[in-house]
């Protein structure tokens, strides 16, 4: 599976993007998708996943309300809305697959993914 993330560009703080994750691959749709983010000077962190029906969604707090992540199987997309956006979103957000069948404690963890995006810069100006 190959993993192209798209949609990352300057906006102000309170604004919305939505960011796009398109993958290669009739496999897609069988993934969990997450996506993570990396700003500078920071570890990586998780954001938000997907499970490959796109029934359930799973958020970090410090995302949850702000927010949606959805996914379009037949486009092979997902997709991550993000609204009143902060300058603490400023980072390099990344996609990436895992499978199905993990706990939200393992969701969070980089390790479980398999394939990664090559991420599509967010900065947020105050």
């Known amino acids: 599976v190959q993993l192209q993330a798209s949609g990352g560009g300057l906006m102000q703080a309170g604004g919305s993007l939505r960011l796009s994750c398109a993958a290669s691959g009739r496999t897609f749709r069988s993934y969990v998708i997450g996506w993570f983010r990396q700003a500078p000077g920071k570890e990586r962190e998780f954001v938000a996943a997907?499970?490959?029906?796109?029934?359930?969604?799973y958020y970090a707090d410090s995302v949850k309300g702000r927010v949606t992540i959805s996914r379009d199987n037949a486009k092979n997309t997902v997709y991550l809305q993000m609204n009143s956006l902060k300058p603490e979103d400023t980072a390099v957000y990344y996609c990436?697959?895992?499978?199905?069948?993990?706990?939200?404690?393992?969701?969070?963890?980089?390790?479980?993914?398999?394939?990664w995006g090559q991420g599509t810069l967010v900065t947020v100006s105050s």
């Open positions: 997907i499970s490959s029906s796109g029934g359930i969604t």
């Open positions: 990436a697959t895992t499978v199905e069948g993990r706990y939200y404690r393992d969701l969070v963890r980089l390790a479980v993914y398999d394939y």
